[in-house]
């Protein structure tokens, strides 16, 4: 993962519609407001793929599941060709039924590197992790003078977006996941550069109430920020001075673990004051905490992780439609599915299962996994809609509306690769007795 302003028409998951998170702070380019411009989004409209894509949602229409290995390969595939819309080596942000591909996203293309590198372990293919090095590549030129890297969609050199605490801790992700692949030090000393940013800009309490990229009525600060912690964590370790980044990352946890109930619910975990949360930033904070316990022993992380988990897994249970946010009670009046959710939280599953062994965890997962690649579509002749992901479900639900978004397939492939992990040791522990 974008923070909007209501209503929400199109939001990605940590900043604005521009931004995994929410509402676009950057101007949309004056062309976009051009009557001519309004005719040629309504003829894109109208294009077979897009009218197929609006009529099986409108009747509900299934599409067939098949191999997982399948799934993946076509959500990787739509990824690279979200790269090449992109043009710069960046990752285009998504398909828009509207407006067509859109412009790279250094949040997203940050933390896509890390699942361009495992899918290149897993397939042994030189391409894809070429792809992850050019990503690094675009974000190393675009990094601000201060180490930080900009709110929201790219719009060129020229556009003055503000420096973003969260997209600065999705890029640190990858660049770390760089230097620890490739050892070339110009990725450690970005990474770095960024760190330093990032320490300066938090709160006595650990929390980070600057560097938000919003204005009006977000929330002042937000509680899946714990994803920037598990980044500094993962600079500090590799670097042999890193106490200054776990200490850092470690009064955050402590902030962030303040915030939970004894329902499993996090405060502070949405992009508007008042609103409530979707499942997508639901999950970017139990992959936070899970991130961060990889690198320290905090014996509250897992037992905090699993109160959430397990609260998901219900509601899974109980409702024959996973709705896309929640309430603080855990009850929803959603009637649509935000798919990045789905992806993030059954990955957070998989993960969990392979911690505890809990069979419950394995088989929401793949329950949860089945009911997302039944909306993938893996035949349209559309390369913006094959293999992609929508916001929504349906496509012009209230989750980043009309638009395929590549943090959902990168959480889609992210979940997809640890089932097919998690059902390949499944079977030789049966195979072995």
Request: with cysteine; aromatic share 10%.
């Amino acid at each position: 993962m974008t923070e909007m302003a209501a209503p929400v028409s199109g939001l990605g998951h940590g900043g604005a519609q521009g931004s995994s998170n929410g509402a676009r702070f950057v101007s949309a380019p004056e062309r976009e407001r051009r009557p001519r411009a309004r005719v040629r989004e309504a003829l894109r409209m109208a294009r077979p793929a897009h009218v197929v894509t609006l009529l099986r949602d409108v009747a509900g229409v299934r599409r067939p599941v098949r191999d997982s290995a399948e799934h993946l390969r076509e959500a990787m595939a739509w990824l690279c060709r979200a790269q090449d819309a992109g043009r710069v080596g960046g990752v285009a942000a998504g398909y828009s039924l509207i407006r067509g591909w859109e412009p790279p996203y250094p949040e997203t293309t940050g933390y896509i590197i890390p699942t361009f590198l495992d899918y290149a372990r897993l397939t042994g293919d030189p391409d894809i992790r070429d792809r992850a090095v050019r990503m690094g590549e675009w974000l190393l030129g675009i990094q601000m003078a201060d180490g930080s890297f900009q709110a929201g969609y790219y719009y060129g050199a020229a556009a003055q977006a503000p420096p973003s605490v969260f997209n600065t801790g999705q890029i640190l992700l990858g660049l770390c996941r760089l230097f620890r692949e490739t050892r070339d030090r110009r990725w450690l000393a970005a990474a770095a550069r960024s760190g330093e940013w990032l320490v300066r800009m938090q709160d006595a309490d650990g929390a980070w109430y600057q560097g938000l990229s919003f204005h009006g009525p977000t929330a002042p600060v937000r509680t899946y920020y714990v994803r920037v912690a598990w980044a500094l964590m993962e600079l500090a370790a590799i670097l042999e001075a890193g106490d200054r980044y776990r200490e850092a990352a470690a009064r955050h946890v402590r902030w962030t673990l303040a915030q939970q109930q004894d329902n499993g619910w996090f405060d502070n975990n949405a992009f508007v004051v008042g609103a409530d949360p979707f499942t997508h930033t639901i999950a970017y904070v139990l992959e936070g905490l899970l991130g961060y316990a990889d690198h320290a022993d905090v014996p509250a992380c897992l037992p905090a992780v699993l109160k959430t988990a397990t609260r998901l897994v219900r509601c899974l249970e109980l409702r024959s439609v996973f709705p896309g946010e929640f309430g603080r009670d855990w009850q929803s009046a959603a009637t649509y599915r935000c798919l990045t959710g789905e992806a993030q939280i059954s990955g957070v599953w998989l993960r969990l299962h392979a911690l505890t062994g809990d069979a419950r965890f394995l088989n929401s997962a793949l329950k949860l996994l089945d009911r997302l690649k039944a909306t993938q579509s893996l035949t349209s002749s559309n390369p913006g809609v094959r293999g992609g992901i929508k916001g929504s479900q349906p496509i012009w639900a209230r989750y980043h509306r009309l638009s395929f978004v590549n943090w959902g397939a990168k959480f889609l492939a992210d979940a997809l690769m640890a089932e097919i992990e998690a059902v390949d040791a499944l079977e030789q522990r049966v195979v072995g007795g």
